[in-house]
């Protein structure tokens, strides 16, 4: 085997080991952040406060002179949304009818979204332009970078379409973390000023949604290790 393939081969054995060492220590963590974001919002669904997470939503979206958004109930845990195209705040069962912190925490939260949508918040408008590429990209970029990795000695280019449309999902996560932790502030100063919670309820909501902003740090780090490792692959495929 000539010397240059060696070290490509060297290369490429070392690239996947570090990917799957960082893909081990993401998943330990995704694991370690779900469990902590489950058993907190257990917890804080155990205070009780004076108005349903409904309540919090209508009076969040009114304070805020915001009057368009209709609130709906929806089935699932965790399932809770903003959709700007529908102005919608979809909000689960237990959070749409629970009178305790963590409903209220995630009803003002999504009300936040509400309230970037209606104020334009530039990242907000960054990551809805970009869903028609990401649903586009989630449909088709697996199979294109399996071919593409099947056949890239042959026809390289198409492994290079499957990782711009990869990076297109990881910048999607990357935009997600400000407009995530934006709407949390938001969440939490409305809470605070308006009365509905006080200082330890205040810092209750504000510890349950910092833990739910974990999780799509964790997400946009995986996604950027994956896009990471698909260069490597491409980048020593390319050098045969």
Known sequence: MPQK????????IAGTTLYWILFIGIALI?????????????KYA???LRMTGKEVAEKMLRDNGIYDVQITC???????HYNPATKTVNLSESVYQGANVAAAAVAAHECGHALQHDQAYAPLKMRSALVPVVSFAGQWMTWILLIGMLTI???PQLMLIGIGLFAMTTLFSFITLPVEVNASQRAVNWLREAGITDNQTTEMASDALHSAA?????????SLATLVYYILIFVGGSRK
């Open 74 to 80: 929806i089935q699932g845990q965790l399932t809770d």
């Open 214 to 222: 974990y999780t799509y740090v964790v997400a946009a780090l995986s």
């Open 5 to 12: 393939d060696k070290e490509n081969n060297r290369s490429m």
């Open 30 to 42: 995704s694991w370690a952040v779900s469990a902590s974001l489950e058993r907190k919002f257990k």
């Open 153 to 155: 000695n042959t026809f």
């Open 46 to 48: 155990k205070e009780p």
